[in-house]
């Protein structure tokens, strides 16, 4: 399960299934750090180290995964050991010495440390709903979010993305919440907030474990802070904290969809990740649409019956019945302009 999400918005049909998919991800396998390589990142596998696969189909979704590695030399080591190198040579040589010197000292001593240097490895799951129209990668910050993206553009040469843009303005619409004490449609509030000054982003109120509709609350948001993130459950299923720039954090699934994951699978890790990833894709899926009206998301970037196509296609696609060299390849990729899409 995803404990946290940065969404985005698919701006034309994917139409891979997860072995065509597989294929593209090799050319980008993870590799470890080279001895002179400060961090590497490349494709792992989602279901696990022993595993092959580099993507998986679940739910109507593919998940993958990114494993980034890098290696734990502090700029403060490296400076401490270029002033000791450079005092050094001022009392063995009776001469300061310059910078294009102390530069190169610097890039000496990083080709002798970098492969001594300890390395540290992340594994980041992401998964794409050729359905909805979403890629969700499970990261809290935006950089590690678009360096997996990055990686996937790399892989199939186009991968149109986009972060959530809503119609509204996030952080009023989450006040109004706040204010009023109920949330929108299929939403309830939670006891946690984040109240922030938009003129001093240094004047921050943390709410945490309490009833958001107390006095003390609304008296922040009358002095002019607004709330850039609330605690909310969707559905009675799934509890999350929405920021203001659309970003999902904490995410935690209701103890009985888990325990249903873990009993319909049994013993087998394979089953039990199936299991797990078809209820968060279908909580994450309604959530959205949820999100959609009430944030007025725009869906635009799609024509009109695009995501039906897809769908079908990459059911079809999965399908042993269909003879698909019926179709010639540019057909079978075309969306409705008729342009293959530009990672077919």
């Known amino acids: 399960m995803f404990k946290n999400a940065k969404v985005f918005r698919l701006s034309a049909p994917f139409m891979l299934d997860h072995m065509a998919l597989h294929e593209r991800l090799m050319a ?43 290696r734990l030399l502090p700029a403060s080591v490296v400076a401490e050991a270029v002033a000791e190198r450079v005092a050094e040579i001022e009392q063995a040589e009776t001469r300061d010495v310059p910078r294009r010197e102390r530069t190169k000292l610097r890039e000496q001593l990083l080709a002798e440390m970098l492969p001594q240097a300890f390395t540290r490895s992340r594994l980041v799951r992401a998964y794409i709903d050729p359905v909805g129209g979403w890629a969700v990668v499970d990261a809290s910050s935006d950089k590690m979010a678009e360096e997996l993206l990055s990686l996937l553009r790399k892989s199939l040469d186009s991968f149109p993305a986009k972060p959530l843009t809503a119609g509204v303005p996030v952080s009023e619409r989450l006040s109004a919440w706040v204010v009023s004490g109920s949330a929108g449609d299929g939403f309830e509030l939670e006891d946690q907030c984040e109240l922030r000054d938009p003129g001093d982003s240094r004047s921050v109120v943390r709410c945490r474990g309490m009833d958001l509709t107390i006095p003390e609350v609304k008296a922040h948001l009358d002095s002019g ?45 394979t089953l039990r990740l199936e299991a797990e990833v078809s209820i968060m894709t279908d909580q994450l899926r309604s959530l959205l649409e949820g999100l959609t009206v009430e944030f007025e998301l725009q869906t635009d ?17 999965r399908s042993p019945s269909v003879d698909s060299s019926s179709r010639s390849e540019p057909e079978a990729a075309s969306d409705a302009s008729g342009e293959p899409p530009p990672w077919s």
């Open 28 to 70: 980008q396998r993870f590799r470890p750090c080279g001895p002179l390589e400060v961090a590497t990142m490349g494709w792992a596998s989602p279901l696990g180290p022993n595993a092959e696969v580099l993507a998986h189909a679940a739910n109507g979704c593919l998940l993958i995964a990114a494993r980034r590695q890098e």
């Open 225 to 269: 802070k607004r709330v850039v993130a609330l605690g909310l459950t969707w559905g009675e299923h799934l509890s999350l904290v929405l920021d203001e720039t659309l970003g999902l954090k904490r995410l935690r699934f209701a103890d009985e969809l888990i325990d249903e994951a873990a009993d319909d699978a049994g013993e087998d890790e």
């Open 301 to 317: 970037m799609l024509e009109a019956g695009s995501l039906e196509r897809s769908a079908a296609s990459a059911d079809a696609a």
